[in-house]
């Protein structure tokens, strides 16, 4: 399927308003996903067999900037029977001052390889995702302070007595 068929397979299955916008302009068009149904359309890809989108090649986190005050999951998916790729987007606004981490669905239910791509995501942006198995630090010591990807975040001095730089 070629990316209108699968924008209008998704808004036969869900309503229009699961799609709250597309970008084309790129190498590789995207879909821009309602936050709250991600995991929905990522089963429903996954599980038809005219789009079989077997494989989540990446799972990216974004923070769009502190001015912007918004964050987002970019999903890369791929058909391997069908020899086809589709990227979704899905973003969120987000208080930064918040005592909560911004919070999307989890999709490890649909690919298992999620699990570690969304840790990932957890650890380095302190994107939360509802659902998740296991969400721990993975690459970082599980009392580090911070999230070092935000583009509001401070290195800290000191870890452990030794100097941070």
Known sequence: MKFPEIKDLLVNKFGAEVIEGEETSGRQPALIIKADKIADVCQELRDNENTWFDFLSCLSGIDYGIEENMFGVVYNLASIPHKTQLTLKVRKYHDRNASTLPSFPTVSNVWKTADWHEREAYDLLGLHFE?????????????WEGYPLRKDYKVQEYYHGIKVS
Request: glycine share 8%.
């Open 131 to 143: 659902g998740h198995p296991d969400l721990r630090r993975i690459l970082l010591p599980d009392d």
